[in-house]
């Protein structure tokens, strides 16, 4: 079978045994004991608040333009644009086993100095992965990477931020594909370069994943985990991968389609029901 099909399934593997070594058990919310005298208060709308939707379009600006400017760098400075992609897989893959390391008490009988040659090696080794394969290795070492900072992220984000966040950039991938910066990738004067981009994405079998989106994956079940729960976790990421899988075939007909719209949508649409309902 090809290692691209494999992906969704080496991620999910990576991304629950880091789930279950280094974030905390899910703990579900106590109801607390009402009290034995109650005051009627007068009925009020919940408050709302617009910084959800605020985050999402200041992130997918910053994405936008940092995009942009990507692609023109990588048209004039191919190299340089290539080691930026290299330096940021090994930072993003270091810095995430770092923080979940050292808040889950994980290694904490060994020496700090171990412990960042463990991480450091790690890092090291998955960014050489990723840079100079494109198959098995490089998918598990992508995942590795993708499974952690998702994990991190969704320690961070409110649930309705995050619901939100899923949302938004199940639409704007489509439009960044097919009309923006993404677009630009088809073009024959690019060719080879994107070859460059090895960390930023990660080649296998020919096709093209970024690195971006096994990010958001792990990012929509981390959510589900953390404040939801295992099996609602699992529900999210059966979602994950049967988007991934649609979106899979939709290369029968497209050239390029976007990776993030199908699995996020359904990701998000699983997550706003079990959080309300």
């Given at each position: 079978m090809r290692v691209v099909l494999l992906l969704p399934l080496i991620l999910t593997a990576v991304l629950w045994t880091t789930l279950y070594v280094l974030t905390p058990p899910f703990e579900p919310p106590i109801d607390a004991i009402p009290p034995l005298v109650?005051?009627?208060?007068?009925?009020?709308m919940p408050e709302s608040s617009p910084a959800?939707?605020?985050n999402a379009v200041v992130l997918m600006g910053f994405v936008a333009a940092s995009g942009t400017l990507l692609v023109l760098l990588l048209f004039r400075f191919p190299r340089t644009v290539g080691y930026l992609a290299l330096i940021a897989y090994f930072l993003v893959t270091a810095f995430s086993a770092l923080y979940l390391v050292a808040s889950s008490?994980?290694?904490?009988?060994l020496p700090d100095s171990a412990v960042l040659a463990l991480i450091?090696?790690?890092s090291g080794a998955a960014t050489f992965a990723v840079?100079?394969?494109?198959g098995l290795a490089a998918a598990i070492s992508a995942s590795f990477t993708g499974a952690l900072g998702g994990i991190v992220v969704g320690s961070v984000l409110p649930?309705?931020?995050a619901i939100v966040l899923l949302g938004s950039f199940a639409a704007f991938d489509a439009l960044m594909v097919w009309r923006g910066y993404l677009s630009a990738l088809r073009r024959p004067e690019f060719g080879d370069r994107v070859k460059g981009l090895r960390g930023m994405v990660v080649e296998l079998d020919g096709a093209t994943v970024g690195l971006g989106d096994?990010?958001?994956?792990s990012i929509a079940v981390a959510v589900a985990h953390r404040y939801l729960g295992p099996l609602a976790a699992a529900a999210v990421n059966f979602a994950v991968v049967v988007g991934y899988y649609l979106t899979i075939a939709m290369l029968k007909r497209?050239?390029?389609?976007?990776g993030l719209t199908i699995p996020l949508a359904l990701s998000a649409v699983i997550l706003l029901i079990l959080w309300f309902y």
């Open positions: 109650t005051v009627e208060e007068p009925e009020v959800p939707y605020l008490g994980v290694l904490l009988l450091f090696g790690l840079r100079r394969t494109t649930p309705l931020t096994l990010l958001f994956y497209w050239e390029q389609v976007p």
